[in-house]
């Protein structure tokens, strides 16, 4: 069984960082692709971020690319999710997700419990 905790939310000013880390349980670790998904209020979730097992690729959604980044430590076994420059509309509950590479939900087999981010204007 795999398990996935989220932590490193909170609240921040525009402008501001933070980062979320995922640690997995449960199984070997590399053997996941790693993604990080958000859903705001009354939106869809929708796809922030992936990583290969390896993590020698990396997939960013547009509206991310040049303020977040993905990375991962498999020796920890933890994936983390570095946002910096946040906007207002980057407000939502923050998701990892352990599958198939991949910017569709639907392709990750585990999910976490998800971590609030809010940030204000």
């Known amino acids: 069984q795999v398990q996935l905790v989220e932590s490193g939310g909170g609240l921040v000013q525009a402008g501001g960082s933070l980062r979320l880390s995922c640690a997995l349980s449960?199984?070997?670790?590399?053997?996941?692709?790693m993604g990080w998904f958000r859903r705001s209020p009354g939106k869809e979730r929708e796809f922030v971020a992936a990583i290969s097992g390896s993590g020698g690729r990396t997939y960013l959604a547009d509206s991310v690319k040049g303020r977040f980044t993905i990375s991962r430590d498999n020796a920890k076994k933890t994936v983390f999710l570095q946002m910096n420059s946040l906007k207002p509309e980057d407000t939502a509950i923050y998701y990892c997700?352990?599958?198939?590479?991949?910017?569709?939900?639907?392709?990750?087999?585990?999910w976490g419990q998800g971590t609030q981010v809010t940030v204000s204007s």
């Open positions: 997700a352990a599958g198939a590479l991949s910017s569709r939900p639907y392709d990750y087999d585990y």
């Open positions: 449960g199984r070997t670790f590399t053997a996941y692709d």
